[in-house]
Every structure is written in C-alpha cells, then in structure tokens.
C-alpha cells in the first residue's frame, strides 16, 4: 500500500506542474516588469555592500584564528597532524583534502574582500548606484 501512495503522489505531482506549465505557455509568455527592466542591477548591489563586506571579513577572521577556534586554519591544520601521526589514513585524507579547500577557500575571500572594497569606493562615487 505505502508504493501505491508513493506513485498516487508522484503522478498527481506531476499532473499539476504539467497543468501549470501548460497554462503559463498559454498565458502569452509576456515578461513580467521586472524581466523587462534594464540595467545592471547596481543599486542592490550596493545596497548589499555593507552585508557583503561584513560576511567576508568575519569568515576570514575565523579563518586566521587560533588552533582551538572553530573553522580555523590552524585548528584544522592541527587536526590532519593528529591524524596523520596516529595513522589514520583515511581520517587523514579527508582533512588533508578539507584543509586544501579552506586554504583555497581564504585565497577567494581575500579576493572578493578586495573586490568589494573597490564597488564600495564606486558605489559612494557614484550615488549608491542610481540611475539618475
């Protein structure tokens, strides 16, 4: 019995987003205001800026912090030592590989702190992005 909910679910699942799909084909396909409105989107961009900045700035902290605070390089570097010497290849592997991406990881977040100081000095420049 429970298979036969499972399909009578999935088939009337399916029935309804072909029924929707067939009646927003029908409807026109006119875009809505907002598909048809230009530009590039500046002003929430720079709207963000302050989130943004803020976001990276704590990731990367954490990053840079000391062996005992959590998601830190240190703290993980310190964990694939402890692995490695009690010989756990496998638990080793997978934080060798995890601490690679994390270091990979700080690589990208210095970037975009970078980046988005530039679009924060462009976005004060230049009114918060209005069009005006």
């Known amino acids: ?7 009578a679910v999935a088939f009337t699942a399916v029935g309804c987003l072909l029924t929707a799909a067939g009646s927003a084909a029908a409807d026109g396909g006119s875009p809505s205001p907002a598909a ?3 530009g ?3 002003q ?3 709207k963000r800026v302050p989130k943004t900045e803020k976001r990276v700035a704590n990731a990367l902290e954490r990053m840079k912090g000391e062996a005992g605070e959590r998601g830190s390089l240190a703290g993980l ?8 010497a009690a010989g ?13 991406a994390r270091k ?13 100081a530039v679009v924060k000095t462009w976005c004060e420049a230049n009114d918060n992005g209005s069009d005006s």
């Open 104 to 116: 990979a990881l700080k690589t990208t977040l210095e970037q975009r702190q970078k980046d988005v």
């Open 88 to 100: 756990h290849t496998e638990v080793y592997t997978l934080l060798n590989n995890r601490l690679t």
């Open 77 to 84: 570097e310190k964990r694939v030592a402890a692995a490695k």
């Open 44 to 46: 929430a961009v720079c």
């Open 1 to 7: 019995m429970p298979k036969f909910r499972k399909a």
């Open 36 to 38: 048809s409105r230009g």
């Open 40 to 42: 590039d989107g500046a």
